[in-house]
């Protein structure tokens, strides 16, 4: 009898491997080590702010470092982890051959929606999770109206890292992962979701693959288009105050990212309480309310136990190529990526920079757009149930 929803479709061409998570003792052993002899910074000025004027305060990270040490339980979260079926499937793509990891719910269902969700920076597969969860619990493997690809980027948790012998583009993941929709029998079309790099592989696919047939997003950064509409809401007037704010005081991290990511990354790599610094102030900051702690150690265990953080932040280099132009706020989209296909965007107030809908609409043809009242930069934890809604009426109005 075979296990709920792992039976893959008829077409598929690829045979993926299932995968269990299982990180060696002698890592998470290391990971206590290090935690153990992590030095903390002295109290500063800086670090007093309670509104992390400055960054992080020393309260928070002296906090967290001792749950971490002390509370923290790693093979519990593995455990949820493993709760979910775990793929490895090799996709050669140019020559190369990775191992691409993704977590999937097949449906039995002849008519499911082949979706794709695809995360960014400092995500993971984990962003989905909550999503995927719902859906199990809703539906079994027979009524589940999707089947849900939630892949790994290269260089993210368990696929392949990026080659090194030459650049890896946005342009190619979303090939790879094109290939690995297709290799997954998903050859009469899919759908994408995406927020943060996910919405620009996203944007990628749906320009160049015929196979996305619609896509939706939840993050659009870029600068004031010459066409768009001068008429804002108040709702979105406050919305460009954040996004400008963002590029005032937030964003210096993208550019260190996009030019000195070697460095960077060394740096990262040789302390346990440095990576929980780095990504904890992404999770606090670009959020409408401060995640639970826990939450944000498993992503961070996640990323050291991994090796991730300096495999993960190559794409910087080429989306945040124009972050810092003056007066702009974010990157420009490329004309040739103008999406010609149904595009859903789901718009929530504490994104990183939640910019007006008649600038959205000059990237794509919008056919859904929705407003929120709450939920910030990572809406696929933070509003599991809202931005799944939004992607099930967005689908049930394009998919055809």
């Given amino acids: 009898m075979s296990v709920p929803f792992t039976n893959l479709p008829a077409k598929a061409t690829l045979r993926p491997a299932r995968f269990n998570v299982s990180i060696p003792q002698a890592k998470l052993d290391e990971l206590q080590t290090l935690l153990n002899h992590s030095k903390l910074a002295p109290d500063t000025y800086e670090g007093s702010h309670e509104d992390r004027k400055y960054g992080l305060t020393n309260k928070w990270i002296r906090e967290a470092k001792s749950v971490w040490e002390k509370q923290?339980?790693?093979?519990?979260?593995?455990?949820?982890?493993?709760?979910?079926?775990?793929?490895?499937?090799?996709?050669?793509?140019?020559?190369?051959?990775?191992?691409?990891?993704?977590?999937?719910?097949?449906?039995?269902?002849?008519?499911?929606?082949?979706?794709?969700?695809?995360?960014?920076?400092?995500?993971?597969?984990?962003?989905?999770?909550?999503?995927?969860?719902?859906?199990?619990?809703?539906?079994?493997?027979?009524?589940?109206?999707?089947?849900?690809?939630?892949?790994?980027?290269?260089?993210?948790?368990?696929?392949?890292?990026?080659?090194?012998?030459?650049?890896?583009?946005?342009?190619?993941?979303?090939?790879?992962?094109?290939?690995?929709?297709?290799?997954?029998?998903?050859?009469?079309?899919?759908?994408?979701?995406?927020?943060?790099?996910?919405?620009?592989?996203?944007?990628?696919?749906?320009?160049?693959?015929?196979?996305?047939?619609?896509?939706?997003?939840?993050f659009c950064i870029m600068?004031?288009?010459?066409?768009?509409?001068?008429?804002?809401?108040?709702t979105e007037e406050i919305g460009l105050i954040r996004a400008k704010e963002f590029l005032r005081i937030g964003s210096a991290y993208a550019l260190e990212q996009a030019t000195r990511p070697s460095t960077l990354g060394m740096v990262l790599s040789s302390s346990p309480l440095a990576l929980l610094a780095?990504?904890?102030?992404?999770?606090?900051?670009w959020t409408d309310e401060d995640p639970p702690l826990d939450t944000i150690l498993e992503s961070v265990t996640l990323y050291w136990l991994t090796d991730t953080i300096s495999r993960s932040i190559y794409p910087y280099r080429q989306v945040s190529s124009t972050l810092f132009t003056p007066g702009s706020i974010g990157t420009h989209e490329n004309p040739i990526w103008h999406?010609?296909?149904?595009?859903?965007?789901?718009?929530?107030?504490?994104?990183?920079?939640?910019?007006?809908?008649?600038?959205?609409?000059?990237?794509?043809?919008?056919?859904?757009?929705?407003?929120?009242?709450?939920g910030g930069h990572f809406a696929a934890v933070e509003q599991s149930a809202v931005l799944l809604k939004d992607l099930e009426d967005f689908i049930t109005q394009v998919w055809k």
């Fill in 278 to 285: 780095w990504i904890g102030e992404k999770f606090l900051d």
């Fill in 223 to 234: 600068p004031e288009p010459v066409n768009a509409s001068k008429a804002l809401s108040t």
């Fill in 339 to 374: 999406i010609n296909k149904p595009f859903g965007f789901s718009w929530f107030p504490q994104e990183i920079a939640p910019v007006p809908r008649s600038w959205i609409e000059t990237t794509g043809d919008l056919v859904f757009f929705r407003q929120h009242t709450k």
């Fill in 72 to 218: 923290f339980d790693w093979r519990k979260h593995e455990e949820h982890i493993n709760s979910f079926p775990h793929y490895v499937a090799p996709v050669v793509d140019d020559g190369i051959e990775y191992n691409i990891h993704f977590v999937a719910l097949f449906s039995d269902k002849r008519d499911a929606v082949p979706l794709v969700l695809l995360h960014g920076w400092p995500g993971s597969f984990l962003e989905f999770l909550p999503i995927i969860s719902i859906l199990r619990k809703e539906h079994n493997s027979f009524t589940l109206p999707y089947h849900l690809i939630v892949p790994s980027m290269p260089g993210y948790t368990f696929s392949s890292p990026p080659p090194l012998d030459r650049d890896l583009r946005i342009q190619d993941i979303a090939r790879i992962f094109d290939k690995l929709m297709v290799g997954l029998g998903f050859v009469d079309g899919y759908v994408v979701q995406g927020g943060d790099i996910g919405s620009k592989v996203g944007r990628v696919m749906a320009v160049e693959h015929a196979s996305c047939k619609a896509i939706h997003l939840n």
